[in-house]
């Protein structure tokens, strides 16, 4: 049984930075994409940012772009999100995905292309 555990999120002011871990156990093979997702009170979950197997491809939300950044540490199998420049409407709880795939080429900013969840790390930007 796959898990993944996220670490990372707190309270920041705006302009400010937080790095977000997600760790994963428990697996035979985890070598798909992985990816990290947000939701608001209220609203839908949406993605924030994806790697595919061996980071050769990166996508993110636009809304991101310039400020966040996705790297994976493979030996462990650890995906990281670096935010920096952070706003307000950043605020929401961010969560780490992974599908079960053993290879993929393009990440999905789609939850539902993704079969392991985190249960999550809150995130909140202050003005």
């Known amino acids: 049984q796959v898990q993944l555990v996220e670490s990372g999120g707190g309270s920041v002011q705006a302009g400010g930075s937080l790095r977000l871990s997600c760790a994963a156990s428990?697996?035979?093979?985890?070598?798909?994409?992985m990816a990290w997702f947000r939701q608001a009170p209220g609203k839908e979950r949406e993605g924030v940012a994806g790697?595919?197997?061996?980071?050769?491809?990166?996508t993110y939300a636009d809304s991101v772009k310039g400020r966040f950044t996705i790297s994976q540490e493979n030996a462990k199998i650890t995906l990281y999100l670096q935010m920096n420049s952070l706003k307000p409407e950043d605020t929401a709880m961010y969560y780490c995905?992974?599908?079960?795939?053993?290879?993929?080429?393009?990440?999905?900013?789609?939850?539902?292309?993704?079969?392991?969840w985190g249960q999550g790390t809150q995130v909140t930007v202050s003005s």
């Open positions: 995905a992974a599908d079960r795939r053993t290879f993929c080429w393009v990440p999905s900013m789609d939850p539902n292309a993704y079969n392991y």
């Open positions: 428990g697996y035979t093979v985890l070598s798909g994409c």
């Open positions: 790697i595919s197997t061996g980071g050769r491809r990166i």
